[in-house]
Structures are given as C-alpha cells and as structure tokens.
C-alpha cells in the first residue's frame, strides 16, 4: 500500500459492494474503455475532511441536502449522528430509504423525493446540514433559495458544511492542460469534465469561494470557512504539495469544503 497514491483497478465493477461509497470511477473522463474503474482516493480525503468539518457527530441530528442514495447519510449515521435526507431522484430516495441507520434504523430520519429550494423539514430542527456533490447541479438563482431553506431547518448557532468541485481549480488546471496541449502540438480544445458535453453538462452550477461564501453571509451565516486539502498526485513531487498548501491560495484546492455556522442571535430573533 502507498496510502492516498495508492492504486486500485477493476474491470468487474459489479463483484465490488457499494463501489461509489469505496471512490470507484470510471477510469477516465476523456478517453475511457467503458470497463476499467478506479479507485480515486484522493476524493474518499475530500470526503473524510467534509465530514470532519461536521465536528463531533453523536447524537446529532443531521439534514443531508441531495443526499441521492442515502450513502453520506449512512456514513453519518456510522458516526453516530441521527439522519435525514431529501433529493428530488424518486429511486435515490428509495434506495436510501432502504438502508440501515445504526443497529436497527434507530438514527434514522426522514428521506424525502422533493426538491431541495423547499426542504420539507421544521424550522430550526437540525444540529448540522450536510450538502456534497450537489451544488455544481445547480443555478445560482437555486442556490439562493437552497442556502435560505438550509437556514430555515437549521438551529441557531447550527453548521453547514458544503462540498463541491472547486471551479477555480478546475479552470486552473484546464488553461494549463490546454498550453500542453499546444506544446505537444496537440487539439487545445479541452473542458471541465461535465462541461461543454464532456461527456454532458451535469455540472452548469460549477461555482467558487467568493461566490458560496457571498450566498452564506447574506443569509446570515458566520464567516464561512474554506477547508484547504493538500494536492497529491504521483507525478507531483511532495515538496511542491506541501509548498502549495502552505500558500494558502483557493485555486491550489481541488474541492471546494466550505463550512459555516447560523447566527445565534438573529436565528433566536426572528422567532420572536
């Protein structure tokens, strides 16, 4: 084992139980053979450092916003935190209501097919809101209310943590792919996966920092705050990772992990 470099393959896909939750993708966004998956761990460390943004989990009462197929939500509930979710896929939700939340569903909540701009959960009735891999699906106009409804559920002093590609980065990372591209007197004509039909345009809500960061504080979250990961590749040499991260630059982050709390004050306020 190499740890984070670590590589995993398979052409079998379906001998692997929960391959999403294990960080099997398809081996390649441009070129792939429609067999061969990938183990990415550099996404299962993206994930580990959302979920410990969360803080200490016991006996939370969490709300997973796009929670798909429930699969967060049962690694929440491996944590000890109470689970619920909403998701406007009618068999995501199925398939996430036919998981098991602690022993014997005993941490689970509610899991509801709705659409997330009008969350279908009580005022002020959740410790922590837990939104991945969701809000590059949508507008900006959608975030708005997406952020406002996750206010609403949320109690005073609550935490929203949100994880989502880092745009920044990706655009970073493509505009130098691009000159490689020329030097190797290669076609310069390359996207952002899930761009401009590479391979769909799954991800038109692709979004950054100062735009997420924006949306909280004019909902009256806290000083959002960016969760820096260290950039690991194999052929990167580990003294330039450890020099990146140090700089603290957002675009040297390739997820984006934004955590942020609700005001106490004006959240105790308004229900008066």
């Not at 580990?48 to 429930?70: E, P, Q, R």
């Not at 005073?156 to 190797?184: C, D, E, F, Q």
């Not at 140090?246 to 982050?253: A, D, Y």
């Amino acid at each position: 084992m190499s740890g984070w470099l670590s590589t995993e393959k398979t052409k079998d896909i379906n001998s692997i139980s929960e391959p999403w939750l294990k960080g099997f993708f398809s081996d390649s966004h441009y070129d792939w053979d429609g067999k061969t998956w990938k183990r990415n761990f550099t996404e299962l460390r993206a994930r580990d450092l959302a979920i410990m943004a969360l803080c200490d989990l016991t006996s939370k009462n969490i709300l997973d916003v796009g929670c798909g197929d429930g699969t967060y939500a049962f690694v929440l509930s491996k944590l000890g935190a109470k689970v619920s979710g909403q998701d406007l896929g009618s068999k995501q939700i199925q398939t996430a209501n036919e998981r098991v939340y602690g022993k014997s569903n005993e941490l689970k909540g509610k899991f509801i097919c709705a659409n997330a701009d009008n969350l279908k959960f009580e005022s002020n009735s959740f410790d922590a809101v837990f939104s991945a891999d969701f809000f590059e699906h949508i507008d900006l106009n959608t975030k708005k209310q997406v952020i406002s409804e996750i206010y609403r559920v949320l109690k005073p002093g609550g935490i929203v943590v949100i994880k989502t590609p880092n745009l920044n980065y990706l655009k970073l990372t493509i505009y130098l792919k691009r000159i490689l591209a020329v030097i190797m007197f290669k076609s310069p004509r390359i996207y952002i996966a899930h761009t401009n039909n590479n391979p769909d345009n799954e991800h038109h809500g692709l979004t950054h920092y100062k735009e997420m960061s924006n949306l909280l504080e004019n909902n009256f979250f806290h000083n959002p705050v960016f969760i820096h990961n260290l950039l690991i590749r194999k052929k990167l040499n580990r003294n330039i990772s450890d020099l990146l991260f140090s700089l603290n630059i957002k675009s040297f982050s390739e997820t984006l992990i934004i955590s942020a709390r609700k005001s106490i004050f004006v959240g105790v306020a308004d229900d008066l």
